[in-house]
């Protein structure tokens, strides 16, 4: 079980608890539960990497207490 903390630098910040065998659309899941957003509208990045709902958290070496940054579309 990991911890990945979401940022969207508009004052929201989201930790949300899920494992490394989750794929990113999973993940996306738990954060528009957590902020009442729908999840086709979240956009997950690190710098310039924009994460794919299909790929593991895993393939990605997202690890625990990283961070994430959130955007909307």
């Known amino acids: 079980m990991i911890e990945v903390i979401c940022n969207d630098r508009l004052g929201k910040k989201v930790r949300v ?3 490394s065998e989750d794929t990113i659309g999973d993940l996306k899941k738990l954060i528009a539960a957590q902020t009442g957003t729908r999840y086709d ?3 997950l990045k690190k710098w310039y990497t924009i994460f794919k ?3 593991s958290l895993g393939d990605y070496e997202i690890h625990d207490g990283m961070n994430l940054e959130l955007y909307y579309q």
């Open 53 to 55: 709902d299909h790929v």
């Open 41 to 43: 509208k979240i956009v």
């Open 17 to 19: 608890k899920c494992n």
